[in-house]
């Protein structure tokens, strides 16, 4: 079993930035793909940016938040951060980390929330215009 734990949220004015780190505990070997979702007040969770565990690979990000935010993991502490940049009132929502013991050969992620088992509690991002 994994335990995800997310920090970092907050609220900021548009053009602002904002760090979420996600600690994991327990069957962490067991993971592939870790990453964040998001979920705006009265939408489905939707994927953000995803990374490969291992090695990397090519992070998955979305079109949306693409150069402006960055995924990245630091495997000797077991967490992975997300760097949100740029940050717009469309970015509010409740990010959530989660993992998954799957992935697509050649280093990839899925994107597809019912593929992930392992996830946080969430924390509140606001971005106020």
């Known amino acids: 079993q994994v335990q995800l734990v997310e920090s970092g949220g907050g609220s900021v004015q548009a053009g602002g930035s904002l760090r979420l780190s996600c600690a994991a505990s327990?069957?962490?070997?067991?993971?592939?793909?870790m990453g964040w979702f998001r979920q705006p007040p009265g939408k489905e969770r939707e994927a953000v940016a995803l990374?490969?565990?291992?090695?990397?690979?090519?992070?998955y990000v979305a079109d949306s938040v693409k150069g402006r935010f960055t995924i990245s993991r630091d495997q000797s502490k077991n967490e992975v951060y997300l760097k949100m940049n740029s940050l717009k009132p469309e970015d509010t929502a409740m990010y959530y980390c989660?993992?998954?013991?799957?992935?697509?050969?050649?280093?990839?992620?899925?994107?597809?929330?019912?593929?992930?088992?392992?996830w946080g509690q969430g924390t509140q991002v606001t971005v106020s215009s």
């Open positions: 990374i490969y565990l291992s090695d990397g690979g090519t992070p």
């Open positions: 327990g069957y962490t070997y067991s993971s592939r793909c």
């Open positions: 989660a993992a998954t013991v799957y992935s697509i050969a050649g280093g990839y992620c899925y994107t597809s929330r019912g593929r992930y088992n392992y």
